[in-house]
């Protein structure tokens, strides 16, 4: 009884009659969270334009479950999932409140799509809190992550995000976070004082994926394996790419796109990130 009376609570006091935007952020390196770019610049400016969310929902290339799963804890930890940065990125924090009760109701909400286990051991991993740290640098905006099952084909993360369309009215800001082009095993390190610089077929696929975005051709973006060569060198593992079907699934008919950061770097990656909003 008290599940269904926080539900219900929640559900009502968010009651809200914007549509919030979805977000899709290519994140690239830790390093963002520390540094001054025009990446973080562009963050930014993006969180003044667009109308200030109740709670924040993640969907992070760095949490990988088998089932998927949400936290679910009122006081989330800043993870620092990565190795031989300096000193200053470990000690970052981002002290954003977790909220329960919303766990609960998206749970609720996927109940018919697949089972949801509410996780009360996972924290903020950096491909949350180096870009929304930027967005909100207060911290006093919760923050959740919903987890990646990668168990799944693509499409069942593209129709568990239309699940989670409710979220939208209610003043719930999804963010998908990793990056359209990630290969960081073909990065030209030797380039990343570069910006701009990427190979021809990181060039060429980054290109497609927004063609395809700005049509609506989610079809291909969810076959992302027919895109040859060039897809297999862009996608050689899926968890920085699976975020951007999430928010792809979340765009409504009449939803307007534009793109931010469409920027290469060091050859393979590219921090090209997505702004869906209604219009």
């Known amino acids: 009884m008290e599940t269904l009376q926080n539900l219900y609570r929640w559900q009502q006091d968010l009651e809200t009659s914007t549509t919030m935007p979805v977000l899709f952020m290519g994140h690239g390196s830790p390093m963002n969270a520390i540094e001054e770019n025009d990446f973080v610049n562009n963050w930014r400016k993006l969180a003044l334009e667009i109308p200030e969310p109740k709670a ?46 919303l766990a609960e109701f998206i749970k609720e909400a996927l109940k018919h799509y697949t089972p949801v286990e509410l996780n009360h051991i996972w924290g903020l991993d950096h491909g949350t809190w180096s870009v929304v740290k930027h967005l909100y640098p207060r911290a006093n905006i919760p923050v959740l992550q ?47 004082n570069q910006p701009g610089f990427g190979y021809d077929w990181a060039l060429e696929l ?61 050859g393979s990656l590219t921090m090209t990130s997505v702004i869906i909003q209604a219009n």
């Open 206 to 266: 980054n290109n497609t994926f927004k063609r395809n975005i700005m049509e609506g051709n989610h079809t291909a973006m969810i076959n992302f394996e027919n895109f040859g060569q060039a897809g297999k060198y862009a996608i050689p593992t899926p968890e920085h790419y699976l975020p951007l079907l999430y928010s792809l699934g979340l765009q409504n008919k009449h939803d307007e796109v534009s793109f931010i950061n469409d920027v290469a770097v060091g």
């Open 56 to 101: 924040i929902v993640v969907v992070s290339a760095h949490w990988e479950t088998r089932g998927t799963a949400v936290t679910a804890v009122e006081k989330p930890h800043t993870i620092h999932d990565f190795g031989g940065f300096p000193q200053a990125l470990f000690e970052v924090q981002y002290p954003a409140p977790g909220d329960p009760e």
């Open 146 to 192: 919903l987890s990646l099952d990668y168990t799944k084909p693509a499409i069942y993360h593209y129709e568990l995000a239309k699940e989670l369309q409710l979220l939208r009215k209610k003043g719930v800001l999804i963010i998908g976070s990793g990056n359209m082009v990630h290969n960081l095993r073909m990065v030209a390190w030797d380039k990343l």
